[in-house]
Structure formats: C-alpha cells, structure tokens
C-alpha cells in the first residue's frame, strides 16, 4: 500500500501561483506514473498533469501553459507548479500513483482561487 501525502495548497489571487507536492511512502520505481487530479463541487474529478517515471509528462488543454509537474526520484515526490491561476481553478487537487495493478490516492488538498 502506497501512501501520498499533499501539501501546498491554499488561497490565492488570480494571477498567483502556488506549488503542490506528494511525497511517497515507497520508491516511484516501484511505481509507473505519478499524477495530479482535481476536483471542483459538482463536478468530476479530472486530470490535471501526470509524469511517468521516465520523465514523460502530460497536461489538461485547460492547464497548458500555466501548470508544470516535475518528478524527484531521489525524494519519491512528485510537484505541480501552478503559474497564472483562474478562479476557475479552484477544486481539491489529488495526487495520484499508478502501478501495474494499483491506483493510490492521496487525501486532498485545497486550493482556492479568488478573484
């Protein structure tokens, strides 16, 4: 059982920026992907940026430009850098690890984005 654990959310203005990390309880070699989801009230959760752990990385059209996610093998953490925020933005982002068989889920962290 991996366990992620979130930090770096919280409230800022549109036009900020903010730094999500994972940590992993286990070595990401273990593992296939690592990745960022979020989820907004009333909507479904969606990707947001996930990285393999040969480096390969992939983005929502809506973050493109904005967010970059980053990967440290050395440190089982994965990052999303979040440049230029929208309001619509705000959700509870998750991240998330993916092997063979498993998906693991970490529990949430919040950022909000005011206008």
């Known amino acids: 059982q991996v366990q992620l654990v979130e930090s770096g959310g919280g409230l800022v203005q549109a036009g900020g920026s903010l730094r999500l990390s994972c940590a992993a309880s286990e070595s990401v070699f273990n593992l296939n992907a690592m990745g960022w989801y979020r989820q907004a009230p009333g909507k479904q959760r969606e990707l947001v940026a996930s990285?393999?752990?040969?480096?390969?990385?992939n983005y929502a059209d809506s973050v493109k430009g904005r967010f970059t996610i980053s990967g440290d093998n050395a440190k089982n953490a994965v990052y999303l850098q979040m440049n230029s925020l929208k309001p619509e933005d705000t959700a509870v982002y998750y991240c998330?690890?993916?092997?063979?068989?498993?998906?693991?889920w970490g529990q949430g962290t919040q950022v909000t984005v005011s206008s």
């Open positions: 990285i393999t752990t040969d480096g390969r990385t």
């Open positions: 998330n690890a993916r092997s063979t068989y498993y998906s693991y």
